[in-house]
């Protein structure tokens, strides 16, 4: 939790403390080191639920030393100390059925702690959800973390107001409103920025900006300032995701068959890409098994025995371009390919600082000068051959064609020249933004 540390202690704290001293000193000392890794200098102005919850039912029973009964008793502690300075809500917090729970499941074994926990946590609602626009990474940036807690902070008053419902059908949508605003709105203090642009500007500065990738930031640095910020879908967006629409209407209406092998049924394939005449199998038709590809690897449809079957998410995609352009930007540059994401997002930030139509085989050579920096920084190990990383490059330039980035061909050349479309560049963009803005994650 962030705040600026008060020139003054906090009065309420103090009282608080010398009261809980008095009646019992060892309880005091136990709350006073709990209150010092939560909120250190900041006093109470500092705490707020979320945060409460996060350290009593995650940071105390798997960072702190002692078993359960220890660390009950530290939240025992702090119980009394919040009675004392008049926090009803945060007192039952720490005497709640669910911290005997969580810590005992801890105790038991941590990833089932772990799992208690984040359950708890979020049925709380008092947790800032995930929102359209942003999802919150497990690795933060100082803004990212402070607008974090600024929305755990908006949220819990808003809830303790009632004008966001804890529970309920509705209790999500509110809370996703509530934060999606708070990290919408212009900021005169911040010259008119909102924190989330604030927080997309620290992730591409952190995606792109890392001293030890030499090569990688000399590749990337033509195209950084072309996706600093969004810009919608341009004219053409629709026209050139025609084919993955009609996909996801099939999937919708029922009538994407499937063959026995989980492929799109050769006149399925041909109705894809508004083609007539005849087919015997998906990989006949250019660009079709990446569209079936796509809407599975985005949870735009499953497969249902012989059939595509689409999600709501993939019903809703249909319904808007801006959508489905998000979906098939994020697909592009994220290895939606098959290919490893760092080949993915350098060969679309070559593409699109190349205008000059380079070919397959030439983008081989500087993405191979990429792995082969990582290879040595990992430990010495040898980059992937180079004819592995030409199919690669092969089906990253492979999807772009098939979401009408890249000028069709029945198929692909090494040697031919990968000419842009007239929104190539746009989803070129779009697509490296949607690597550079996508949170940050630690493995488990």
């Given at each position: 939790?962030?705040?600026?540390?008060?020139?003054?202690?906090?009065?309420?704290?103090?009282?608080?403390?010398?009261?809980?001293?008095?009646?019992?000193?060892?309880?005091?000392?136990?709350?006073?080191?709990?209150?010092?890794?939560?909120?250190?200098?900041?006093?109470?102005?500092?705490?707020?639920?979320?945060?409460?919850?996060q350290f009593v039912w995650y940071e105390l029973p798997f960072?702190?030393?002692?078993?359960?009964?220890?660390?009950?008793?530290?939240?025992?502690?702090?119980?009394?100390?919040?009675?004392?300075?008049?926090?009803?809500?945060?007192?039952?917090?720490?005497?709640?059925?669910?911290?005997?729970?969580?810590?005992?499941?801890?105790?038991?074994?941590?990833?089932?702690?772990?799992?208690?926990?984040?359950?708890?946590?979020?049925?709380?609602?008092?947790?800032?959800?995930?929102?359209?626009?942003?999802?919150?990474?497990?690795?933060?940036?100082?803004?990212?973390?402070?607008?974090?807690?600024?929305?755990?902070?908006?949220?819990?008053?808003?809830?303790?107001?009632?004008?966001?419902?804890?529970?309920?059908?509705?209790?999500?949508?509110?809370?996703?409103?509530?934060?999606?605003?708070?990290?919408?709105?212009?900021?005169?203090?911040?010259?008119?920025?909102?924190?989330?642009?604030?927080?997309?500007?620290?992730?591409?500065?952190?995606?792109?900006?890392?001293?030890?990738?030499?090569?990688?930031?000399?590749?990337?640095?033509?195209?950084?300032?072309?996706?600093?910020?969004?810009?919608?879908?341009?004219?053409?967006?629709?026209?050139?995701?025609?084919?993955?629409?009609?996909?996801?209407?099939?999937?919708?209406?029922?009538?994407?068959?499937?063959?026995?092998?989980?492929?799109?049924?050769?006149?399925?394939?041909?109705?894809?890409?508004?083609?007539?005449?005849?087919?015997?199998?998906?990989?006949?038709?250019?660009?079709?098994?990446?569209?079936?590809?796509?809407?599975?690897?985005?949870?735009?449809?499953?497969?249902?025995?012989?059939?595509?079957?689409?999600?709501?998410?993939?019903?809703?995609?249909?319904?808007?371009?801006?959508?489905?352009?998000?979906?098939?930007?994020?697909?592009?540059?994220?290895?939606?390919?098959?290919?490893?994401?760092?080949?993915?997002?350098?060969?679309?930030?070559?593409?699109?600082?190349?205008?000059?139509?380079?070919?397959?085989?030439?983008?081989?050579?500087?993405?191979?000068?990429?792995?082969?920096?990582?290879?040595?920084?990992?430990?010495?190990?040898?980059?992937?051959?180079?004819?592995?990383?030409?199919?690669?490059?092969?089906?990253?330039?492979?999807?772009?064609?098939?979401?009408?980035?890249?000028?069709?061909?029945?198929?692909?050349?090494?040697?031919?020249?990968?000419?842009?479309?007239?929104?190539?560049?746009?989803?070129?963009?779009?697509?490296?933004?949607?690597?550079?803005?996508a949170p940050r994650r630690r493995p488990r």
């Amino acid at each position: 939790m962030s705040a600026a540390e008060p020139s003054t202690p906090d009065p309420v704290l103090v009282d608080a403390m010398a009261r809980l001293t008095v009646e019992d000193p060892d309880a005091a000392a136990a709350a006073a080191d709990a209150l010092d890794w939560m909120v250190g200098a900041a006093g109470l102005a500092a705490l707020n639920q979320a945060g409460l919850q996060q350290f009593v039912w995650y940071e105390l029973p798997f960072k702190w030393l002692g078993g359960p009964s220890r660390h009950l008793a530290v939240a025992a502690a702090l119980a009394r100390f919040f009675d004392l300075a008049g926090l009803d809500r945060y007192a039952a917090v720490c005497r709640s059925p669910v911290t005997d729970e969580v810590v005992t499941a801890f105790a038991v074994d941590a990833p089932t702690g772990f799992d208690r926990f984040q359950a708890a946590h979020a049925a709380s609602g008092v947790v800032p959800p995930d929102v359209d626009d942003l999802q919150w990474g497990d690795l933060m940036g100082p803004v990212e973390f402070d607008a974090f807690w600024s929305s755990a902070v908006t949220l819990e008053l808003a809830v303790e107001a009632g004008t966001v419902p804890r529970t309920g059908r509705s209790a999500p949508g509110a809370r996703q409103a509530l934060v999606s605003a708070h990290l919408t709105r212009a900021r005169p203090e911040r010259f008119g920025e909102t924190l989330l642009q604030e927080i997309e500007t620290e992730r591409i500065a952190a995606w792109y900006d890392d001293p030890l990738e030499r090569a990688r930031a000399q590749l990337l640095e033509p195209v950084v300032g072309e996706i600093l910020t969004s810009s919608p879908p341009p004219a053409g967006a629709a026209r050139a995701l025609r084919p993955l629409r009609r996909l996801l209407s099939a999937a919708a209406d029922g009538t994407a068959r499937l063959t026995a092998t989980g492929r799109l049924a050769p006149g399925v394939a041909l109705h894809v890409v508004g083609r007539t005449g005849a087919a015997r199998r998906e990989d006949e038709v250019p660009g079709v098994a990446d569209l079936r590809r796509l809407v599975l690897a985005r949870r735009l449809a499953r497969r249902s025995g012989r059939r595509l079957v689409a999600t709501r998410r993939g019903v809703a995609a249909t319904e808007s371009t801006e959508a489905l352009w998000r979906e098939a930007a994020g697909h592009l540059a994220g290895g939606g390919a098959g290919a490893d994401p760092v080949v993915a997002e350098l060969v679309v930030a070559l593409l699109l600082a190349d205008r000059s139509e380079p070919t397959i085989r030439s983008l081989v050579r500087p993405v191979q000068i990429v792995l082969a920096e990582d290879a040595r920084r990992g430990g010495g190990g040898r980059p992937p051959p180079d004819e592995e990383v030409a199919a690669q490059v092969e089906a990253v330039v492979g999807l772009a064609r098939a979401l009408g980035a890249v000028r069709a061909s029945h198929r692909l050349d090494r040697d031919e020249p990968v000419r842009l479309t007239a929104v190539g560049p746009d989803l070129l963009r779009a697509a490296l933004r949607s690597r550079a803005v996508a949170p940050r994650r630690r493995p488990r």
